[in-house]
């Protein structure tokens, strides 16, 4: 071997090392070293924000970082999953992702601008239920009398609506579906919150609401709205006297929205492995579960495998539901 081919294949040797080296070190670089947004697309005060909320702080105390909630309302959730989907996959912008912004979007908005499994599914969270209401002094005491009234006139049976891709809609078109009717025949009352829902239901306005259990129970403390039945298994601990639906004959009403952590695709995967580690830790916390059942949710872990076969079966599911439409 010459000089000049022994140069050549030193630095051969040497430039293959530092790539071989340099690309994973970059790449599994110190996670987290500063603040990260956690993106909810809805309002403040709803079930996922009042979730996130909590969940928050319980992160910042692992990571030892500020955990900022951001809400990025409208839109069906789009502009939120546009602003995750467009950050820098190093797992300091992620989305408070749920049913809504995953599984009812292609039901329910048309030419969606990304791919719902593109995202990097993180885990899950927490979950929460939904319950179905009336004002106080309606008339209607239970969901058979309500499906006799919107069976007898559905083009003036008015229900709450969010504009589609929401749990409180999709909670609905279960109903209408389980009861044989066309939701196309009825009429929906646009709200813009589900705080403003629940205003729309405790003042009269439409003849059903539904409403997150977070967002409901002040409004059935208060005397303002009546709860006919919940979507969750069991009673809800906080409401014992609201009779699950599958009590009160409709079993096939089980709309309940998980909520958990995504992020941008082609999240790192050593990203995601701290994030797993995270939140298996958080969600067997004692206190986490007791603040979470104040906001009316309950803990709900899943690791990333899990939550996209969760997701895909859903995303079926809801297919069917709306294709009632």
Request: proline share 7%.
């Amino acid at each position: 071997m010459n000089r000049t081919t022994g140069i050549f294949c030193a630095v051969l040797i040497l430039t293959s090392s530092f790539m071989m080296w340099g690309g994973p070190a970059y790449s599994q670089e110190k996670y987290p070293t500063r603040a990260i947004e956690l993106i909810v697309p809805f309002g403040a005060g709803g079930n996922t924000d009042l979730g996130a909320r909590v969940l928050a702080p319980f992160v910042r105390e692992i990571f030892n970082v500020p955990v900022n909630v951001v809400n990025k309302p409208g839109g069906n959730t789009v502009p939120a999953c546009v602003e995750v989907y467009g950050a820098r996959p190093d797992g300091y912008t992620l989305l408070v992702d749920c049913s809504p912004s995953s599984t009812m979007l292609p039901a329910a908005v048309k030419n969606i601008p990304f791919k719902i499994m593109d995202r990097t599914f993180i885990g899950s969270a927490f979950i929460y239920h939904l319950i179905y209401l009336v004002t106080t002094n309606s008339p209607f005491k239970s969901l058979n009398d309500l499906e006799a009234e919107v069976k007898r006139d559905p083009g003036n049976f008015t229900w709450t609506s969010l504009g589609g891709a929401a749990q409180q809609d999709y909670g609905t078109r279960q109903f209408f579906k389980a009861i044989g009717m066309d939701v196309m025949k009825t009429k929906p009352v646009m709200a813009q919150s589900g705080s403003q829902a629940m205003t729309l239901t405790a003042g009269g306005h439409v003849k059903m609401g539904t409403a997150a259990t977070g967002s409901a129970m002040p409004g059935i403390r208060g005397g303002l709205v009546k709860p006919l039945a919940i979507t969750s298994k069991d009673r809800f601990p906080d409401l014992p006297e609201v009779p699950t639906t599958a009590e009160v004959g409709y079993p096939s009403l089980t709309s309940s929205q998980w909520n958990g952590v995504s992020g941008p695709p082609n999240l790192p995967n050593h990203i995601v492995e701290i994030w797993d580690k995270a939140l298996q830790k958080i969600c067997k916390d004692p206190n986490y579960i007791a603040q979470m059942r104040k906001v009316g949710c309950s803990s709900f872990y899943l690791n990333q495998a899990d939550v996209r076969e969760f997701v895909i079966k859903e995303t079926e599911i809801v297919a069917k539901t709306y294709r009632a439409d």
